[in-house]
């Protein structure tokens, strides 16, 4: 009895896998079909909540946004047949007709402008990608800010809202209606007011820095290091001796303890109900929606309004965070819900997905009912999870495509067999330039991934981190020597001499061991890009920087176009180095013991420990000078060695722990701007270069580096506009010395063999862009050199009319 | 010692404390439960007369320990994640959001993720949350727009009615729940376990008799030398090595598709070929055992070929000890094997366990602990009251004396 019971369990076990397995393999393999391998995971496709690559590699192809890009890389439109930009305000006329499919294939409902300003709610809604409306859409910032306001439960917290302190002390926005600015202050029984600014306390910087401090460390005390922030620089609010706050006005000092017990008894207490009227007026003016700038004029005008006339905002349309979404759709479903199934998504994009095992693989098949069908060649793109990235996996990789079951692959060096074939050839004469193999192209990258990697020089290592933090941040150094190390980063020749004494050559040697063999291709001599901007004449940003270059150096333009141009290293310049080495030994001799130490925050694997020691050996022994007949060391590099782990780099690298760090910057929209912006106090790499807490009168170079950038762009004009961007950038590394540009992963020349149809793919480093298949072809057998270089020639004959 | 080092050791201390409340409070309240039922059982009733069964006992007291192994297990999971940073969750973007909303926006993140509250209050959640009665649960919200301020409020679109609320997931499948995944994922490891298991007995049983039967011939021998290559090989290595036959060998496609059966099979063997000689050595060994019995020696007596000796009278026996295994391997199978699943790129349990921790996705983190924990302590625990029941040498009795 027992026995039939198993064996008809078993049948059915089989059977089940049996009808799953028949029901689909017939459909497959019909049409155009492309396989590639895939690394990560996407987790969700709500693109209203993300922005990661791994993501966008699957919902880009889903949804389609105002406009896209063509194989050239300018912008066309898309769901938007055209606009029109009057200074602040962009009308968008969308395409009639575009239906919202179901993931079965059934039209849900028609794309209208509306959708667009749903999916504007939703993605103001996410820290991860709102970033990229808060810097484009009128009152999208201060809508967000008002919106956390009236979240807020106590006074306490109302008072530590961004909101609340914008208001207290003048935010600009605020000032502009007239406001007088009402600062906190101490009463008698401990209680913190607002009144007026004649009675307001205040606090000299080292208040400021340990209530900032305090407040990032505990992540608790915000009203505290937001009250502190709100503070001018008097001295009522002072650290006594042991180290505690304490308030001159107050009749006891406030202990860590006590502050705690203020921050609860936070009270709002208007002094005048004029200022509290205003208040709410404010807050009312923001927290409406209907003043974001956004607006559906009717069901296919669009119209965005902009904070400034910012030309490249057409640009950032290639997010996901402006593709559209249907608000009846997402109520159904819920937000949270949306994009995580293949049915809780909704499509108007050139593909559908079909499958989605994650850890598994990822299918798309055409949508036959999109708007531009004939553009889309692909059927079916099968996606499938492999790990590409571990160097032992690309001999496996290369059987694959040889196999059939892939549609492409990039030649690795580290596998021999592979690279013998396809580059070297039996006889060993082809070079990655050349490859043996017809079937092996070279395959160049201008912008790589477009995310541009700098050195920093951080003249303000925060020693407080590690201090506060002893179990996330970890330093080697002690805090004098970090101390020290900033004193001498403060140096502008000692910054000079690290600039033109990393020889960046032989580290990218040392590094980089995988796929490259000119590991020298990665290296970008300039912060922005090649090919990332371009004029109305096609004259690229670096072609101006060049000119720029030119000019400071008395040199001819070709001669600095050599030097700046991406691939090889064309700021070394080891003389200079000890020229600028010896001024700064000069300089800090009398007040400096040497060598200085300088931590590097490096990575944490033991190849890149290894690679990190090296580079540092040389650079260490680049910067000694000679002094007397003496060989001085001024300043020791030392590689961070209590960094082991993942987290570690990731803290020490993100809360800019050492002097030296690495990090780099993908844009957001095509403008150098989005590069450059970052080096300023506000920009995002304020803290790591050391720069987010200086003034004016004690960095003039920065305040200069700001001015040059403002300037630029306040240009409209895009030869003007790239011109004076390219200035900054020479300014920000060769004049202020704050950042070495290193590297640009992805590009240079590699050699791959692909079946798909080169020349034919969208451009572009912002967006989605790259991760559409729309235009794509992909042929039966690769495609051969020869042909490659035709498509080629027709390509380049086309970007003239283009 | 430092004020953090200080703040460090006063939260160890919290952990320790908050652990040995759970540990208490678990063993108290089942404790409890079974001192009731002890209590009811003195008066003489069927409650009593089924209570006094060893069986019932036994069972009783082994359901018991799994349960308070489950509890321990939830809360040192639990425990050890909270220790881990949580930089993790926003240090993607946080560079990219304006200064003066970065603050805002790690509150937002850590709220978001359930890491703003106290840990013993995070705990008891989880603990409410994770007890099996109906709960309902908003699972996902959208947008309204306040007619009056204009403002837009999140309203709750989708109410759900769920048993054991694991969350939802952070990283892996954002917000999708933890439930969900589960289901999703041990679907596909336990079909494809299932027919490994069943292929392993189908094959394992007859090769142990065979090895049994014709002791120290080659079939013995060649089983002999299988089961120790086997166990001494890393199972990585020869995973690979079988990927690599039956690619380059025999052309196959070693992507898993679920939709494909042909894709089925390399993995399936690979399975088979890892687990067959462990049933098969002890299959073999139990039965070298029983050979030398004396009932064996009867039946050849009586004339009995060999087959029917071996399979019908000696495997009989020598299956007893065996039989712990079958249901403790038939359940194994639901968690997939992390190796196989890997290479192939199998969408299964094993997995998803590994990525969820590299990724710190919590929830799920926890979901998958619990779930490996209440499969592994139950597995064992029917096994052993399999063996048990089939056993007589076994006397659950034996106690009461």
């Given amino acids: 009895m027992s026995k039939r019971r198993l064996s008809s369990l078993m049948v059915f076990a089989l059977s089940a896998v049996a009808l799953s397995a028949c029901s689909c393999s017939s459909k497959a393999n019909r049409g155009m079909t492309y396989t590639a391998l895939y690394n990560y995971d996407a987790t969700t496709l709500n693109y209203m909540d993300t922005n990661k690559a791994e993501n966008s590699e699957v919902f880009a192809s889903l949804v389609d946004g105002l406009v896209e890009t063509d194989k050239y890389g300018s912008i066309k439109p898309a769901l938007a047949t055209s606009w029109e930009q009057e200074g602040k305000k962009w009308t968008f006329h969308i395409r009639e007709g575009v239906k919202w499919l179901k993931s079965n294939g059934k039209e849900y409902a028609t794309v209208k402008a509306q959708d667009w300003v749903t999916s504007l709610q939703y993605a103001l809604q996410s820290d991860e990608i ?97 009250w502190y922030m709100s503070l001018t620089e008097e001295d009522d609010v002072y650290v006594d001796a042991e180290g505690n706050w304490a308030f001159k006005n107050a009749t006891e000092s406030f202990t860590g303890e ?178 043996a193999h017809g079937d092996a192209y070279s395959n160049e990258s201008e912008m790589g991934t477009g995310s541009s990697y700098l050195l920093f020089l951080n003249r303000n290592f925060n020693y407080s981190w590690v201090e506060n933090y002893p179990n996330l941040m970890k330093t080697s150094l002690t805090k004098a020597e970090v101390a020290a190390g900033n004193k001498a980063l403060a140096n502008l020749n000692l910054r000079k001499a690290l600039v033109y004494g990393l020889d960046r050559s032989y580290a990218q040697e040392a590094n980089w061991a995988d796929d490259y063999i000119n590991k020298d291709q990665y290296l970008s001599n300039t912060y922005v890009p090649k090919e990332f901007a371009v004029d109305e004449n096609g004259k690229d940003y670096v072609e101006y920087y060049a000119e720029v270059y030119a000019e400071k150096n ?249 | 010692m430092s004020d953090q080092q200080w703040e460090l050791m006063t939260l160890l201390a919290e952990y320790m404390f908050i652990a040995m ?125 306040d007619p009056i301020s204009k403002a837009l409020i999140w309203k709750c679109s989708e109410y759900k009615d769920v048993y054991i609320n694991f969350g939802t997931s952070l990283v892996i499948r954002k917000n999708v729940l933890v439930m969900d995944i589960l289901y999703e994922r041990a679907a596909v490891s336990f079909v494809i376990g299932l027919i490994a298991c069943l292929g392993q007995i189908i094959i394992g049983y007859p090769l142990g008799v065979l090895m049994a039967s014709k002791k120290d011939k080659f079939i013995d021998k060649f089983g002999k030398v299988y089961s120790v290559l086997i166990d001494a090989i890393p199972a990585i290595v020869y995973y690979f090595l079988i990927m690599i036959l039956f690619q380059r060998v025999f052309s196959m496609t070693t992507f898993f598709d679920r939709y494909d059966m042909s894709t089925w099979i390399v993995p399936l063997i690979s399975l088979l070929i890892a687990g067959i000689p462990g049933i098969a050595i002890w299959v073999r060994r139990y039965m070298v055992d029983e050979v030398s019995s004396d009932y064996v020696k009867f039946a050849k007596a009586k004339g009995l070929s060999k087959n029917r000796i071996m399979f019908v009278h000696v495997l009989r026996n020598a299956i007893v000890p065996l039989v712990r295994t079958i249901p403790t391997a038939f359940i194994f199978s639901l968690l997939g094997s992390y190796y196989v699943e890997k290479i192939y790129s199998i969408p299964g349990l094993g997995q998803t366990l590994i990525n969820s921790i590299n990724q710190q996705d919590n929830p799920l983190v926890q979901g998958l602990v619990i779930i490996f924990a209440f499969v592994s302590t139950f597995a064992y625990l029917i096994g052993d009251i399999t063996t048990a029941l089939v056993d007589p040498r076994v006397s659950l009795a034996a106690k009461e004396d």
């Fill in chain 1, 258 to 435: 006590h502050a705690a017990e203020a921050e609860t008894a936070v009270e709002i207490e208007w002094e005048t109900t004029q200022a509290q009227d205003a208040f709410n007026a404010a807050l009312a003016e923001y927290s409406d929606f209907d003043n974001v700038g956004v607006k559906a004029v009717d069901d296919y005008t669009l119209e965005y309004t902009t904070y400034a006339t910012q030309n490249y905002f057409i640009s950032a349309l290639l997010h996901s965070a402006y593709y559209p979404a249907n608000a009846d759709f997402i109520e159904e479903v819920g937000f949270e819900n949306f994009g995580t199934t293949i049915d809780k998504m909704l499509y108007c994009g050139p593909h559908m997905l079909k499958t989605w095992d994650i850890e598994s693989q990822v299918v798309l098949t055409k949508n036959k009912k999109y708007w531009d069908a004939e553009n889309v060649h692909l059927d079916t793109i099968k996606l499938i999870k492999y790990d590409t990235s571990n160097s032992s996996n690309y001999g496996w990789v290369r059987t694959q495509y040889e196999q059939g079951l892939i549609d492409g692959f990039n030649v690795s060096s580290s596998d021999t067999d592979g690279w013998t074939k396809y580059v070297t050839g039996s006889d060993g004469t082809g070079t990655i330039f050349d490859p």
């Fill in chain 1, 130 to 226: 709102n970033y990229l409306i808060t810097m484009f859409i009128e009152n999208s910032e201060e809508y967000i800010l008002a919106t956390e306001y009236a979240a807020a439960q106590t006074d306490a917290e109302r008072v530590s809202t961004t909101f609340f302190q914008a208001f207290a002390t003048g935010y600009d926005k605020f000032k502009a209606s007239g406001f007088e600015v009402v600062l906190p202050t101490v009463g008698q029984n401990g209680n913190w007011y607002y009144g007026s600014i004649d009675t307001g306390v205040a606090a000299g910087k080292e208040a400021t820095d340990a209530g900032k401090n305090a407040y990032e460390l505990s992540g608790s005390s915000a009203p505290l290091y937001n």
């Fill in chain 1, 554 to 802: 008395n040199m001819t333009v070709a001669q600095a176009a050599e030097k700046t141009a991406p691939g090889q290293d064309g700021i070394t310049n080891l003389t200079k180095a000890k020229q600028f080495m010896t001024a700064a030994y000069n300089e800090l001799k009398d007040t400096m013991t040497f060598p200085i130490k300088l931590e590097y925050a490096g990575l944490w694997d033991a190849d890149s420990i290894s690679y990190d020691t090296e580079m540092i050996a040389k650079w260490n022994n680049d910067l000694k000078i000679t002094v007397g007949g003496d060989t001085v060391q001024v300043v020791e590099i030392v590689r961070n060695s209590n960094i082991v782990t993942e987290m570690d780099y990731l803290y020490a690298s993100n809360y800019s722990v050492g002097h030296l760090t690495i990090m780099g910057w993908g844009p957001d929209y095509a403008d150098p701007l989005t590069y450059l912006d970052t080096l300023t106090r506000a920009g995002a790499f304020a803290s790591f270069a050391g720069i987010d807490v200086v003034t004016d009168a004690q960095d003039p170079l920065l305040a200069q580096y700001e001015a040059l950038v403002a300037a630029a762009d306040d240009e409209s004009e895009p030869s003007k506009r790239l011109e004076k961007f390219a200035e900054a950038e020479y300014f920000a590394i060769y004049e202020d010395a704050m950042v070495i540009p290193w590297y640009i992963p992805g590009r240079g020349t590699r050699v791959s063999v692909s079946k798909i149809v080169p020349y034919q793919a969208m451009k572009g480093a912002v967006g989605c862009v790259a991760n559409k298949y729309k235009f794509i072809e992909v042929r039966k057998t690769a495609i051969s050199r020869a042909e490659r270089e035709e498509l080629k020639a027709a390509y380049e004959a086309g970007k003239g009319e283009n």
């Fill in chain 2, 21 to 145: 409340i759970a540990l208490l409070l678990g063993t108290f309240v089942i404790g409890t439960i079974c001192r009731i039922i002890t209590k009811f059982m003195r008066k003489d009733n069927w409650f009593k007369r089924f209570f006094s069964r060893p069986l019932v006992v036994y069972t009783i007291r082994r359901t018991k320990s799994a349960l308070i192994t489950i509890v321990l297990v939830a809360t040192a999971t639990f425990l050890l994640l909270r220790m881990l940073p949580d930089g993790i969750y926003y240090m993607s973007y946080i560079n990219k959001i304006p200064v003066e909303r970065q603050a805002a926006a790690i509150a937002s993140a850590r709220a978001k993720f359930g890491l703003d509250k106290p840990v013993i209050e995070q705990l008891l959640d989880y603990y409410y949350n994770i007890l099996p009665f109906k709960k309902s649960i908003c699972v996902s919200q959208s947008l309204v727009q």
